[in-house]
């Protein structure tokens, strides 16, 4: 079976620092996705970020990078300079090879204040 | 721009009267999702298609039905809201590889009185 497991509901961090939100992971499909969502108070989740198992390297996009460490089962998301509009619900999601579906975490509720 | 769009963006229904909501795709992802999500909770995956194979969820209500009728369009069909149904309801569409992210539409937000 699958499972994401996000531990921090709520994270606080001040505008301009960079914070980490957690991310483990159980599969046992050898080929496998990872995402990271944003969804802000209007609903609409928007995909911030991609690693796929056998990459070699974390992937980054712009403010955001994946810290994948695949021994520990873990994917946490970096943003770095926090900006006051990155305060949003943050869901992690995996999705294996043979599967067409999305598993996601209960996510983190992340808050910047200036 | 490629999008996904969902009509309407917010529902208003009553108790047990039937109410279908609609998503489009312009991307021509073969494949095409509908979630629940409940305040504070992460999506829930109520079915999704492959083409036009369906494929349903284990814990899915039989009061949920969906359509598809071509690429493009799916629906959403609940024959019967119960004041439990009010939710967000979320389409997504992707290609059917893993590495292929999800693209989301911006949700229709279900009130049932």
């Known amino acids: 079976a699958q499972k994401i497991t996000q531990t921090q509901p709520g994270m606080f961090v001040q505008e301009k620092e960079a914070v980490t939100l957690d991310c483990t992971y159980d599969?046992?499909?050898?080929?496998?996705?990872l995402f990271w969502y944003k969804q802000p108070s209007s609903g609409e989740m928007i995909f911030l970020i991609y690693?796929?198992?056998?990459?070699?390297q974390n992937a980054t996009e712009g403010r955001y990078s994946l810290n994948f460490q695949k021994a520990r089962k873990s994917a946490n998301l970096v943003i770095s300079a926090s900006q006051l509009g990155d305060s949003a619900m943050y869901f992690c999601a995996m999705r294996g090879h043979v599967t067409d579906k999305l598993i996601f975490g209960t996510g983190t509720r992340l808050q910047v204040f200036p | 721009d490629a999008m996904v769009i969902q009509n309407p963006r917010y529902q208003v229904t009553q108790f047990g009267k039937p109410v279908t909501l609609s998503c489009s795709q312009t991307?021509?992802?073969?494949?095409m999702y509908w979630y629940q999500q409940k305040s504070s909770q992460a999506p829930k995956l109520l079915f999704h298609?492959?083409?036009?194979?369906?494929?349903n969820e284990a814990d899915t209500p039989d009061n949920f039905q969906s359509r598809r009728p071509n690429t493009s369009f799916c629906f959403l069909d609940i024959r019967s809201p119960g004041l439990g149904d009010a939710a967000m309801y979320l389409c997504?569409?992707?290609?059917?590889?893993?590495?292929?992210?999800?693209?989301f539409g911006p949700g229709t937000r279900l009130t049932v009185t």
């Open positions: 997504a569409t992707s290609r059917e590889d893993s590495s292929y992210e999800q693209y």
């Open positions: 298609y492959y083409d036009k194979d369906f494929n």
């Open positions: 599969t046992s499909d050898p080929s496998y996705g």
């Open positions: 690693q796929g198992s056998y990459d070699q």
């Open positions: 991307l021509n992802h073969n494949v």
